[in-house]
């Protein structure tokens, strides 16, 4: 009887080693999935073309103000 319990406690420590291993490989196999989806790189992307565009924005900005300037002072002409 006490060698079949500890053949027993054997098997439900290994069971609980292999449950351990599944979910660290799960959760390894769900930050795959979010690497592959490319969610950091895309926000990453978006980060950057937003602060060219404002970049863009305002180097050109005094350009915008002074054709607007030249339009209103058409229109008093």
Excluded at 25 to 49: G, M, N, P, Q, W
Aim: glycine content about 2%; charged content about 30%; cysteine-free.
């Amino acid at each position: 009887m006490a060698k079949l319990e500890a053949s027993y406690d054997k098997s439900k420590m290994t069971v609980a080693e292999k449950q351990r291993e599944i979910k660290a490989l799960d959760s390894r196999v769900k930050a795959l999935e979010k690497e592959l989806a490319l969610d950091k790189t895309l926000t990453e992307i978006k980060k950057i073309l937003w602060a060219k565009i404002n970049q863009s924005i305002t180097d050109h900005w005094q350009s915008i103000q002074a054709i607007y300037e030249h339009i209103e002072l058409i229109g008093l002409a």
